[in-house]
Nanobody, 114 residues
């Protein structure tokens, strides 16, 4: 059974930083792992992802502020988020594409507010 377990969300002031982590169990390889986010009333969208060969992809708003990385030897990815803005408030969901199947974590809330 595949599971994606996220951690690292929380409340942060504008301009602050958070680091999200996601560990996948039950998979033995992946094509991509990354993060999506969904705010109330908005569609789920890609934040950042990393491919098995190391290439990364970011949403335009994430470029220069967010960094995705992986821990080699483990199915763990991190999302370092800096210079957070109130509009970054959302549920952040870990995603993995493995063996032709999409897998999702339960999500972690990120709230940016003063």
């Amino acid at each position: 059974q595949v599971q994606l377990v996220e951690s690292g969300g929380g409340l942060v002031q504008p301009g602050g930083s958070l680091r999200l982590s996601c560990t996948a169990s039950g998979i033995f390889s992946f094509y991509s792992m990354g993060w999506y986010r969904q705010a109330p009333g908005k569609e789920r969208g890609l934040v950042a992802q990393i491919f098995h060969y190391g290439t990364t992809e970011y949403a335009d708003y994430a470029k220069g502020r967010f960094t995705i990385s992986r821990e080699y030897g483990k199915y763990t990815v991190y999302l370092q988020m800096n210079s957070l803005k109130p509009e970054d408030t959302a549920v952040y969901l870990c995603h993995a594409y493995s063996g032709g199947t999409n897998y999702w974590g339960q999500g972690t809330q990120v709230t940016v507010s003063s």
